[in-house]
Each structure stands twice: as C-alpha cells, then as structure tokens.
C-alpha cells in the first residue's frame, strides 16, 4: 500500500482557487442596483403616464357631463313655443304676417392704406431678364 506521500504525488494536483476580486462583486451589486432601479423607475413613469391621462379624462368626462346639462336644458326650453318664435324671429329672420320686416346693413368700411400705384406695377416679362438668370431657370 503507498503512502500519503506515494498518493499525492499520484493524484493531479488540484486547481488553485483563487478568490474572487472585491471589484468584481463591487461591480456585480452596482449592476443588480441599477437593474433594479431601472424596473422600479419604469413602473413609476408608467404610474405617473395613468395618473396624467386619467386626470385629463376626468376633466373630459366633467365637460361633457356640463354639455349635456346644457343640451338636456336647451331641449327644455324647444318644448316651449314662445322660445321656438324667438329663435325663429333672432336667427332665422323670419317674422308674422301681417309684421314688417327692417334689416339693417353696416356700410362697408373705406380700405385702411390706399396701395401705391409703384407697388402694383406688373413684374417685367422673362425676356426683359439678363441673360445669366435665365439660365438658372431652365
């Protein structure tokens, strides 16, 4: 039987562990810290996207609740027939019978700067051009 000498000479010698650089383990918590703060600032901006465009609903579904008030009361005031006349009477122009109507026109206003008579001469034909820019407009 050989002895512990005999053996471990036999045996391959066994890999040196070394061990593992403190900036490597440094650099792998800096890596997992940021992938962390990463996702959690994700999630965050996402959060704060939800709340801004469910504020800006509620302030649309506030207007439209408002419009509605509005129309629903409008429709009350159709069912009354002295409101229909008005209407007809304000926007429609329409009157009775036995009424004359006078409609009153604004005269038009007089034009602010006359133009001078300088600033609306024609421009001069191509022909009357020189000759260099008449090449660059083929």
Known sequence: MPTV??????LPPRPVRRP????ALLLALAVA???????????????YLLRREAASL???RE?????????????????????????AREQLG???PDEIAIILVAPTPPPAHPVPREATRPAPPRDAWPWWTRLWQR
Not at 33 to 47: E, H
């Open 5 to 10: 000498a005999a053996r471990r000479v036999a």
């Open 63 to 87: 207007a439209l609740r408002r419009q509605n008030a509005a129309l629903r009361e409008e429709i009350r005031l159709l069912q009354q027939p002295e409101y229909v006349e008005r209407l």
């Open 33 to 47: 810290v940021v992938v962390v703060l990463a996702g959690f600032s994700a999630a965050a901006w996402q959060g």
């Open 20 to 23: 593992v650089p403190r900036w």
């Open 94 to 96: 329409l009157v009775r």
């Open 58 to 60: 509620e302030r649309e």
